[in-house]
T-cell receptor, first 112, second 112 residues
Framework: EAQVTQNPRYLITVTGKKLTVTCSQNMNHEYMSWYRQDPGLGLRQIYYSMNVEVTDKGDVPEGYKVSRKEKRNFPLILESPSPNQTSLYFC???????????FGSGTQLSVL | DAKTTQPTSMDCAEGRAANLPCNHSTISGNEYVYWYRQIHSQGPQYIIHGLKNNETNEMASLIITEDRKSSTLILPHATLRDTAVYYCIVRGFNTNAGKSTFGDGTTLTVKP
């Protein structure tokens, strides 16, 4: 089944403890992207990747890192999480930039 | 990508057509209009997209005005399960197509 898989689904952590949220797609898509969603603020783009080894900042990249070493994986790294990064995170992929997006099920992160 | 404007909320009676408007007055010639919906806190789901012709699929119809500055998503026979947040976004294939901005969307409530 074609899908975007995020893990974990829920994560509670403490300030400053590095964490990684994984994202994997099995559709051979070139484009991948991370979003965060906070109440009343819609979906805001964090980082995106046009292809392997090509990443770029979205609208809210501060405090996040990403890597795209393989086509299928696009992990989101929080080196030193802070409470203001408590949010619902979504990973998405598309066959190419500009085409329809397929979203993962989301990761609810709480930073205490 | 061009910015979009949608009403914050709309109601619709079950079984009636739901017509959701979207303004995208700065859309450029190679940009598509995409519609997604998000039920509760699930990942957004693709509904339909179009360039300049009207489109229809098993989920909905998309009507784009001749000047392409606005569009309407039509759910022909709304059900309670169509209650969701609907996002209209514009995406293209230009050099800046990696960015994708989701606004706040329209919260559609289908009432019995």
């Amino acid at each position: 089944e074609a899908q975007v898989t995020q893990n974990p689904r829920y994560l509670i952590t403490v300030t400053g403890k590095k964490l990684t949220v994984t994202c994997s797609q099995n559709m051979n898509h070139e484009y991948m992207s991370w979003y965060r969603q906070d109440p009343g603020l819609g979906l805001r783009q964090i980082y995106y990747s046009m292809n392997v080894e090509v990443t770029d900042k979205g609208d809210v990249p501060e405090g996040y890192k990403v890597s795209r070493k393989e086509k299928r994986n696009f992990p989101l790294i929080l080196e030193s999480p802070s409470p203001n990064q408590t949010s619902l995170y979504f990973c998405a992929s598309a066959r190419r930039r500009g085409e329809k997006l397929f979203f993962g099920s989301g990761t609810q992160l709480s930073v205490l | 990508d061009a910015k979009t404007t949608q009403p914050t909320s709309m109601d619709c009676a079950e079984g009636r057509a739901a017509n959701l408007p979207c303004n995208h007055s700065t859309i450029s010639g190679n940009e598509y209009v995409y519609w997604y919906r998000q039920i509760h806190s699930q990942g957004p789901q693709y509904i339909i997209h179009g360039l300049k012709n009207n489109e229809t699929n098993e989920m909905a119809s998309l009507i784009i005005t001749e000047d392409r500055k606005s569009s309407t998503l039509i759910l022909p026979h709304a059900t309670l399960r169509d209650t969701a947040v609907y996002y209209c976004i514009v995406r293209g294939f230009n050099t800046n197509a990696g960015k994708s901005t989701f606004g706040d969307g329209t919260t559609l409530t289908v009432k019995p």
